[in-house]
């Protein structure tokens, strides 16, 4: 499989987790797939320019969260 594959699926995989916890943050990401801190800090910033209105950083709690309400 495709590199662009794993990406897409990662991106999926953040929605997903974004929609049923209302946050994510890098570590999240680095367990469930096995990459490294800047892969996922990567997909984290690919995922919010694509969906600007969905996320958010909360840097007090240094997490991502949903701007869409539950």
Not at 30 to 45: H, N, V, Y
Not at 48 to 62: G, R, T
Request: charged share 25%; no cysteine; proline share 4%.
């Amino acid at each position: 499989m495709s590199d662009r594959y794993y990406f897409q699926h990662r991106q999926a995989w953040i929605a997903e987790t974004l929609r049923v916890f209302g946050f994510i943050n890098r570590e999240h990401i680095e367990r469930k797939f096995g990459i490294s801190t800047p892969q996922a800090s990567i997909d984290l910033a690919a995922f919010q320019k694509a969906n600007p209105e969905a996320i958010s950083y909360n840097m007090s709690a240094k997490r991502y969260e949903s701007k869409v309400p539950a």
